[in-house]
């Protein structure tokens, strides 16, 4: 009997690689795959390769280690945390054997260049990256990330000064380019920019933003392919002088989706905007709220 259960049970190295992927996809953390489960045997490597497992590579639960410093980049990351990421990253993409097509940094995460580089040249089929945080990356760097993703459809990216750089490499490089979400105070040069190097843009998400009502105005007259505009939370900014309120909402309406808040003065976070000077400090609140969006596809 105990010889006809030895046969029975032929141990976990031999499990059936269909098998162990379901439990490694359910059981082991990306840190647990990587460090560990990985370099159990040969046939657990071959599990661990399995492109179900890295369709995502979500790094939202990680964080860099900084300091603020007065020069650029204004912040200082700690060499160890730097070496964490860098050791992820390389362990994520030779596992990941280049089937990722969703990559997830948390906004507290700050890769550099040649971090970023490294890991979208080994994302050839990568169609949406969310990355909040750019304080250490150069304009070279992200221009050259974005020209590895081919098939890049989404992005998630903070405000900048100076937008063109991006959108121009996104209108070269991404011809799938669908939907985008921006992270921050939006300005009148932003959208101009938008309006002339994206004009196909299907989903827009500016949602706990600040946009003054000229800028929103020059989106809905100019983006004619615009099918999705999310301003939830978003601080307003009007005058006497400028568009009311309510030619935004009629010139809205064509679209399949307007998303805003009916009343700021009950809405929490709408508070939390104006409490914070129209820039929301996501740290303040709870750690999901970053993720969160009123569009189905761009909520994580």
């Known amino acids: 009997m105990a010889k006809d259960r030895k046969n029975v049970f032929r141990g976990w190295e031999n499990l059936d690689t269909d098998i162990l992927v379901r439990i490694f996809k359910k059981y082991f953390s990306l840190d647990e795959l990587t460090s560990g489960v990985a370099h159990v045997c040969r046939g657990w490597r071959v599990a661990c390769c399995d492109p179900i497992l890295w369709n995502t590579l979500d790094l939202s639960h990680m964080r860099s280690k900084f300091v603020k410093i007065s020069c650029k980049p204004c912040l ?55 990355l909040p945080s750019w304080n250490r990356i150069e304009e070279r760097g992200i221009c050259d990330a974005i020209s590895f993703c081919k098939k890049l459809e989404s992005l998630t990216i903070p405000s900048m000064p100076n937008p063109h750089f991006v959108f121009s490499a996104i209108r070269e490089n991404c011809k799938k380019f669908r939907e985008l979400k921006v992270m921050g105070p939006i300005d009148l040069f932003f959208i101009q920019n938008l309006v002339c190097l994206l004009p196909k843009l299907k989903v827009l998400s500016l949602r706990c933003t600040s946009i003054h009502i000229d800028a929103l105005t020059k989106i809905l007259d100019k983006m004619k392919r615009l099918e999705v505009l999310n301003v939830s939370h978003s601080y307003i900014e009007v005058s006497d002088t400028e568009v009311p309120w309510s030619t935004i909402i009629e010139k809205a309406s064509k679209l399949k989706q ?43």
């Open 76 to 130: 200082y990351v700690v060499g160890h945390s730097d070496k964490k990421l860098t050791w992820i990253l390389k362990l994520s993409m030779s596992l990941s054997k280049r089937n990722t097509k969703t990559l997830i940094f948390h906004y507290d995460l700050l890769p550099n260049d040649d971090m970023i580089t490294y890991t979208t040249r080994r994302c050839p089929n990568l169609r949406r990256l969310v």
């Open 258 to 300: 307007f998303v805003a808040c009916k009343d700021p003065k009950t809405c929490v976070k709408c508070q939390w905007m104006e409490k914070d000077e129209k820039v929301m400090r996501w740290n303040m609140y709870d750690e999901g709220l970053w993720k969160e969006d009123e569009v189905s596809s761009l909520h994580l």
